[in-house]
């Protein structure tokens, strides 16, 4: 369980990188709760309290990880410059190629919703890391 509300409380710092948490943010990571089986009560009050961030073991899984990073900083349209450096500390903790997540985030700009196919995102890093 803890893994999972680690999860959840990286995406509320993301979502909380431009000091504000809209609608659209709150819903998508709620839905992502509701899928990890983890209580609305239980989410709402991970915006409050401190929680140990454990990353998930395997690569994919923090590739997984960083793709829900990148959906959640889209989700309201727009891109704030503190949302793409929390993104990018973020995957750089998750043990994530620093150059693979610069080419996801520049096809994000290129992107009219700012979103990368998963496909895509994963093809980048496996590109990567050959």
Do not use: C, W
Not at 20 to 42: D, G, H, P, T
């Amino acid at each position: 369980m803890n893994e999972k509300l680690s999860l959840l409380k990286q995406l509320i710092i993301l979502a909380q990188a431009d000091n504000k948490v809209n609608n659209q943010e709150y819903n998508f990571i709620l839905r992502i709760a509701k899928m990890l089986l983890v209580s609305q009560e239980e989410l709402d009050s991970l915006f409050e309290k401190q929680i140990e961030y454990s990353p998930p073991k395997s690569e994919f899984e923090r590739i997984v990880q960083f793709y829900r990073l990148v959906l959640l900083a889209n989700v309201d349209l727009h891109l704030a410059d503190e949302e793409l450096e929390m993104m990018r500390n973020a995957g750089l903790y998750l043990g994530l190629h620093a150059q693979a997540m610069e080419e996801i985030f520049i096809r994000m700009r290129k992107n009219e919703k700012g979103i990368v196919p998963e496909e895509e995102l994963i093809n980048v890093f496996k590109t990567s890391y050959n």
